[in-house]
């Protein structure tokens, strides 16, 4: 085995260096042009960046490898050329061997150096003939392609060359993540939103390096996730949504496909069902769970606070148990929310007795429970996480538990919030939360200790918005802030800087096609950046 590595990482040093000779005699007629990578408009911005002013060129006669017995980096390569076809149209070879074409390289390469202290971190080496990615884990080099694609220019230089050439600014990027835990979160309750729908925002989201999606996939509208033990809670509570509309769910099946879609741009579906408020969708379909005292009826307000579980039915946590047991099975990541809050109707101590067994339920299916804050307010284990959006008294009960906090306060991270008096779409009971004031704050600084924070998450209720275009305006450009927000540490952040970067996005976004909403205090930019070359007799 270890023989095996050795030859092989002969092998690629070698073809590097055999490359870098080759190259050195056929590019001698074309000047790079001078680049400062300390100026492109990297978001979220890396930890540390030193430009070395030249560049690398990237052409038809580049071809990526990657560390063969490395689990995962042949795919991250291959993501990495499918990403650049699609933005400049070239094919890049991923671990072609014995090709005679092949003058420069981009190797994704698995180190164990100890700088590389985290599973994201990353050092991405550019230089005239060779781009090294090293990672400990393709999770770390997934995050390091992200970069890379920000850095290849859309246009090739038009000069004289013989052939087109994207100029890569040349320089070192050491990068690691401030938080391990980079959030959105997406409500499929109160409007459905379609699988390719979702996929859409997941991809978005990957390419500034969040690395969660919590689907809200329960609330007083509609339940959008099938439950093949009680069939009724889709056939009944998925039928509608605000505003009357038909609703929809996913399958298990459409679920599983959005799980391994997320799984391969390295990011985590959280799901969360909603109780024991939140609940009347569950309560239409399956009468004997609710407790409220009232007949329920399918509903399509926006009004939240009038439903509960009956707390003290055994029924209802068997009930739970085949809920939690289904998605968990079928959910690969650690956690599983059980939203918890805004339980207006019921008594405070059936909500303590009510979290305290939902917790076990979780626990007993193999996962971690997170929360809304008020879940502090039970006893619950320190190793629940408690997620923080309105109640500075609740993330001090959290505090006080010893539970990671994941930061989400609605006056500066709720998605729904209207930018302005003239937002299209959004709510605004917590706060207007234009782009600046999405970004203007410190988690770091509000008021929970350092080493209770998990990370950050921007939630987005779906009450106003009932399509992708409407999700886009709410979402972006706010939601890349807080990728920053969450990725980068709070000395390299800065407004002033951020905003120039913001602007930059937009050639990105437009390919993307997304609506996003043009803030006025963004002077965005119309056309991609690019490199001149030059031609040499
Ligand atoms: C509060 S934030 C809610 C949601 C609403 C949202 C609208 C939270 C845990 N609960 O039920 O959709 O406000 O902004």
């Not at 000779?21 to 540390?48: Q, R, Y």
């Not at 998605?327 to 339980?343: K, L, Q």
């Not at 209720?461 to 709070?490: C, H, M, Q, V």
């Amino acid at each position: 085995m270890f023989k095996t590595i050795c030859i092989r990482s002969l092998f690629f040093a070698s073809v590097i260096i055999a490359f870098i000779a080759c190259s050195e005699e056929k590019k001698k007629n074309i000047i790079m042009p001078l680049t400062d990578l300390s100026k492109v408009s990297l978001i979220p911005k890396p930890l540390k960046t030193t430009p070395t002013n030249s560049a690398f060129a990237l052409d038809q006669f580049t071809a990526i490898y990657t560390s063969k017995n490395a689990t995962g980096f042949e795919e991250v390569g291959k993501f990495l050329a499918e990403k650049l076809k699609n933005k400049i149209d070239l094919t890049i070879p991923v671990n072609t061997e014995g090709s005679n074409t092949v003058e420069r390289v981009i190797y994704i390469n698995q180190s164990d150096s100890t700088e590389l202290d985290s599973p994201e971190a990353y050092q991405l080496y550019i230089n005239q003939d060779s781009i090294i990615i090293n990672a400990n884990t393709s999770e770390g080099a997934f995050r390091g392609i992200q970069t890379l694609r920000q850095l290849v220019p859309l246009e090739s230089n038009d000069t004289l060359a013989l052939q087109k050439i994207w100029p890569v600014p040349s320089g070192k990027i050491i990068d690691n993540p401030n938080f391990a835990y980079r959030g959105s979160m997406l409500d499929v309750a109160r409007h459905f939103f379609s699988v390719e729908d979702v996929k859409k925002y997941i991809d978005l989201l990957a390419y500034y390096k969040i690395n969660v999606l919590h689907l809200h996939l329960s609330d007083d509208q509609g339940w959008r996730i099938e439950i093949k033990s009680w069939p009724k809670l889709t056939e009944i509570g998925g039928s509608t949504e605000v505003g009357g509309e038909s609703g929809g769910f996913y399958t298990q099946e459409d679920y599983k496909e959005i799980v391994r879609y997320a799984a391969e741009r390295y990011m985590t579906i959280i799901p969360e069902i909603d109780m024991p408020g939140h609940t009347n969708a569950a309560s239409v379909s399956y009468p004997f769970l609710n407790g409220n005292g009232k007949t329920p009826k399918l509903y399509e307000g926006m009004k939240v606070g009038f439903s509960t579980f009956d707390t003290h039915k055994d029924t209802v946590y068997a009930f739970i148990d085949d809920v939690v047991r289904e998605i968990s099975a079928i959910t690969p990541g650690p956690y599983f929310h059980v939203g918890g809050d805004e339980s207006h109707v019921t008594k405070k101590s059936d909500y303590i007795y009510f979290i305290n067994k939902v917790e076990k339920i979780v626990q007993k299916h193999g996962k971690r429970m997170i929360g809304w804050d008020e879940v502090a307010i039970a006893d619950v284990d320190a190793t629940s996480i408690s997620q923080w959006w309105a109640s500075e008294e609740n993330a001090k009960k959290a505090v006080d538990k010893g539970m990671q906090i994941i930061v989400s306060p609605a006056k500066k991270a709720y998605l729904d919030m209207e930018y302005d008096t003239l937002s299209k779409f959004g709510l605004h009971w917590a706060a207007y939360i234009p782009v600046d004031t999405a970004y203007i704050w410190t988690p770091e600084e509000y008021g929970i200790p350092l080493e209770n924070i998990l990370g950050v998450e921007a939630p987005l209720w779906s009450e106003t918005i009932s399509n992708i275009d409407e999700l886009e305006y709410l979402a972006f450009p706010r939601i890349i802030g807080y990728s920053e927000l969450s990725w980068s540490i709070k000395e390299n952040r800065n407004w002033e800087d951020y905003k120039v970067r913001l602007a930059d996005q937009a050639p990105f976004l437009d390919r993307m096609d997304v609506k996003y909403y043009p803030s006025p205090l963004i002077d965005w930019k119309k056309s991609d950046f690019t490199y001149k070359t030059i031609e040499k007799d």
